[in-house]
């Protein structure tokens, strides 16, 4: 019985020990937990970017390639920006790069902004070089801010991705 007794006095004196290494180590599952999640949301809006500069990318550069044989019988590509300039050259192609890149990003830009986004920014062909399009190659960079949370603040992120799509032999 004096043991029993003991015991109990022994756990009594030793409750608010465990509660507070408890408490501690709940803080501290939460801090990891809370690191966790920010850094998937993170991963999240990074894949969501890359995602929608590869579909304008390399849809932009299928709608305006145009392939065609030189007078040497060798197989050459082109990349127009507008329909006018193809037209210009006697190119058949449905739609210019630009236009359809303009036309893929108005489509896309809502599934970035779902997600709480603050400001986007799209950059087409490094500001327009000309020599991007006669080598077939069609580059994008986009820009985004936002804010994420975490567990005790929110924190302003910007990511910056690219896509280019070209000709690669």
């Not at 019985?1 to 006095?9: A, D, K, N, Y």
């Not at 801090?31 to 949301?41: A, D, P």
């Amino acid at each position: 019985m004096r043991r029993l007794s003991r015991v109990r006095s022994k756990l009594a004196d030793e409750r608010g020990a465990t509660l507070l290494t408890m408490i501690f180590f709940l803080f501290c599952l939460g801090g990891l937990l809370s690191l966790v999640l920010f850094q998937e949301q993170t991963h999240f809006l990074k894949m969501n970017v890359q995602q929608t500069a590869d579909i304008i990318s390399k849809g932009a550069r299928a709608a305006g390639k145009w392939e065609y044989v030189d007078a040497e019988g060798n197989r050459q590509t082109r990349l127009f920006a507008t329909k006018e300039e193809a037209i210009q050259s006697e190119a058949e192609i449905i739609r210019g790069a630009r236009e359809e890149a303009e036309i893929l990003w108005n489509d896309n830009r809502a599934s970035l902004e779902r997600g709480k986004l603050d400001d986007a920014h799209v950059v087409h062909q490094k500001g327009e070089k000309q020599h991007l399009y006669k080598q077939g190659i069609y580059y994008i960079w986009i820009g985004v801010e936002t804010r994420l949370s975490s567990f005790t603040e929110d924190y302003q992120v910007k990511l910056e991705r690219v896509s280019q799509s070209g000709t690669y032999d």
